[in-house]
């Protein structure tokens, strides 16, 4: 039961490290927060400083999500601890206690936190982004809908109801912290993929 408890909160922990911050900070680049949109994520640091350091940034984002839940899964722990530990890990990216608790929108911690917690309900968000993106061009609408299937996906493919019920609440979260991109997806004036002004 401790192991189980304190698993969420090692996913938290490890959700906290704001991979951007640090990507940019070992490369010489400037301060995501403070540069670019101010997002501390993958998208900002393409534009501050090129390929290599948003894949690495994004690689960073996607195994902080995975890794906790993963250990997870190996340590046989019940349910409820399995999906808690992934919504740590998506809430420390969002609330990251090394940086004042402000950090990114967590679209990659949140992928690689589902796919790791049910490799088809990852493979379903994962699909509907790419197919998304693909006849909108827009990143953030994208990422919306995957977030928003994620949830309908566990409860059709037989998950733990604890499962669905956490993507769900976390989908909220994901939503709320798009919100300015809704905002513009409504206004028309959102950036598409491929724009230099990120989404």
Known sequence: MLVAVL??????LAGSIACAILVCG??????????GSGNPGATNV???????????TLAGDVLKGVVPVLAAH??????WSVALTAAAAILGHLFP?????????GVATTVGAI?????????????TWLLVALVTRYS????????????????LLGDPPVDALVLALMAVL?????????ARLRAGTESRIGQKKSA
């Open 7 to 12: 698993l969420p909160v090692i996913g938290y």
């Open 26 to 35: 070992l490369m010489g680049l400037p301060d995501p927060r403070g540069s």
């Open 46 to 56: 393409l534009r501050l400083g090129g390929k290599r350091a948003a894949l690495l």
């Open 74 to 79: 190996a340590l046989d722990v019940p349910p």
């Open 97 to 105: 206690v090394f940086f004042a608790f402000k950090g990114g929108k």
């Open 115 to 127: 796919t790791a917690l049910s490799w088809p309900v990852g493979l379903t968000f994962i699909a």
């Open 140 to 155: 953030s609408a994208a990422s919306l809908c995957g977030t928003a299937l994620a949830p309908v996906a566990a409860l």
């Open 174 to 182: 994901i939503f709320w912290r798009h919100r300015e991109n809704i």
